[in-house]
């Protein structure tokens, strides 16, 4: 594989969007678009009644944003629509009607961690650790930090975003409710994954619907809290700091 793609397909009331790209599934801002509008697809799907995220390949899940493009951005206005690229994706997958299911078969770095963070339910390998390496870089996790203190708290989010140069175990990520179950290798995610997609498309529609509110409750103000956090990355992202180090890179 070498060309990046974003796949949607339908399979007995389970769809399945597939994104990848050969530098490690980062996702630049089109792939972002892309992604973005193969959710709200599914969601609108009357065939569909579950949803499974993944990544193409073996390795990694996600590398986060495109470095190649940060280093392009010139001006604030710029920042803000390439960081708001990830605010769309999560709010996309937050809105969603349906449940959305997501693998992770190896490392999420940066913006990767936010899309595992607003998974309804996520299984992931032992090889699926994270990282977030924001700070290192001169800006933070803003777009993504609602997401992921969500999932797994305030604590673990501080932990995460200022030992921003290690990543942290699948076994870490499990312990803190990231991940809702973890294994030793992908034959047997993928099989545990079919097994609970394949069941929750027996459910009742809008009873799973009404239970993605409530599990969702209280994150109405998300549609503008990550744009507000995507305008405050795309304006450090500008510093000389963070251009040094990505011209670095």
């Known amino acids: 594989m070498s060309n990046p793609y974003?796949?949607?397909?339908?399979?007995?009331?389970?769809?399945?969007?597939?994104?990848?790209h050969p530098s490690h599934n980062s996702l630049p801002s089109d792939l972002l678009k892309k992604l973005q509008n193969a959710i709200l697809d599914a969601d609108k799907d009357p065939g569909v009644k579950v949803i499974v995220l993944k990544s193409g390949g073996d390795r990694t899940f996600c590398a986060g944003a495109s470095f190649?493009?940060?280093?392009?951005i010139q001006t604030p206005e710029e920042g803000l629509a390439f960081f708001?690229?990830?605010?769309?994706?999560?709010?996309?997958?937050r809105r969603c009607s349906k449940f959305i299911l997501v693998r992770a078969q190896g490392?999420?770095?940066?913006?990767?961690?936010?899309?595992?963070?607003?998974?309804?339910?996520?299984?992931?390998?032992?090889?699926?650790s994270i990282k977030l390496s924001e700070l290192s870089i001169g800006i933070g996790p803003f777009v993504?930090?609602?997401a992921i203190e969500r999932k797994i708290g305030v604590g673990a989010l501080?932990?995460?975003?200022?030992?921003?140069?290690?990543?942290?175990?699948a076994e870490w990520c499990l312990g803190k409710g990231l991940y809702s179950e973890c294994f030793e290798d992908v034959k047997d995610m993928d099989h545990t994954l079919e097994k609970l997609a394949k069941s929750l498309s027996s459910y009742h529609?809008?009873?799973m619907a009404s239970m993605k509110r409530a599990l969702w409750s209280g994150?109405?103000?998300?549609?503008?809290?990550?744009?507000?956090?995507?305008?405050?990355?795309?304006?450090?992202?500008?510093?000389?700091?963070?251009?040094n180090f990505l011209n670095k890179f």
């Not at 990550?226 to 405050?232: C, F, N, P, S």
């Open 6 to 20: 974003v796949n949607f397909s339908v399979s007995e009331h389970v769809g399945t969007i597939e994104f990848y």
């Open 107 to 128: 490392k999420a770095v940066g913006g990767g961690v936010g899309i595992l963070a607003a998974a309804d339910y996520c299984v992931a390998t032992q090889h699926a």
């Open 205 to 207: 529609t809008d009873a």
């Open 68 to 72: 190649d493009e940060i280093k392009q």
């Open 219 to 243: 994150t109405e103000h998300w549609d503008n809290l990550l744009i507000e956090r995507a305008k405050t990355s795309g304006e450090l992202v500008l510093s000389e700091t963070t251009k």
């Open 84 to 93: 708001s690229g990830f605010a769309n994706v999560i709010n996309a997958m």
């Open 158 to 169: 501080s932990q995460l975003s200022m030992d921003c140069k290690n990543f942290y175990s």
């Open 144 to 146: 993504i930090a609602p």
